[in-house]
Every structure is written in C-alpha cells, then in structure tokens.
C-alpha cells in the first residue's frame, strides 16, 4: 500500500508561478516513475510531467519550457515547478506513482490560473 499526498495548489494569476509537491509513504519500492496529470472540466485527463528514480525525465508538449520537475529520493517526494502560468493551465492536479506491477494515485489539487 502506497499513500500520496499532494499539496501547493491555488489561485494565481497569469504568468505567475506555483510549487506544487507529492509525498509517498508506505511501501516504497526504490525503482519508481512518479508525476502529474491533470483534468480540467470537460476535458481528457492528461500527463503533465514525470520523473523516475534516477532522474530521467518526460513534460507534454504544452508544458515544456515553463514547468520543470525534480525528485528528492531520500523524503520520497516529487515536486512540479511552475512558472509562467497560463489560463488553459486551470485543473485538477492528481499526482501518480508506478513502482513494481502498482499504480497509486493522490486525492487532486485545484490550480487555478485566472485575473
């Protein structure tokens, strides 16, 4: 059994930036893959970023060059930074972790981009 517990939502403007951070605990395996998706209404839930345990990392296409993800092994911990935020941006942030034949996923944050 794995947790996730996600924090570092909210409201923010456009171009501002947030810090959004995902916390494991339970049974951790030290081989992992562990990132975001996100929803927005009435849309296809989508991957945002993911990083593995050493370190290799993927963004879609519409992130690239304004969200940068980062791992911290020994907390179990995997944090998104985002900057120059945009409207379309707007979603429920679910973090996930896939270790061993298991998938786990966190309860959702709101960000909200908007003036």
């Known amino acids: 059994q794995v947790q996730l517990v996600e924090s570092g939502g909210g409201l923010v403007q456009p171009g501002g930036s947030l810090r959004l951070s995902c916390a494991a605990s339970?049974?951790?395996?030290?081989?992992?893959?562990m990132g975001w998706y996100r929803q927005a209404p009435g849309k296809q839930r989508e991957l945002v970023a993911i990083i593995s345990n050493g370190g290799m990392t993927n963004y879609a296409d519409s992130v690239k060059g304004r969200f940068t993800i980062s791992g911290d092994n020994a907390k179990n911990t995997v944090y998104l930074q985002m900057n120059s935020l945009k409207p379309e941006d707007t979603a429920v942030y679910y973090c996930y972790r896939t270790q061993g034949l298991g998938s786990y996923w966190g309860q959702g944050t709101q960000v909200t981009v908007s003036s």
């Open positions: 339970g049974r951790i395996f030290s081989i992992y893959a």
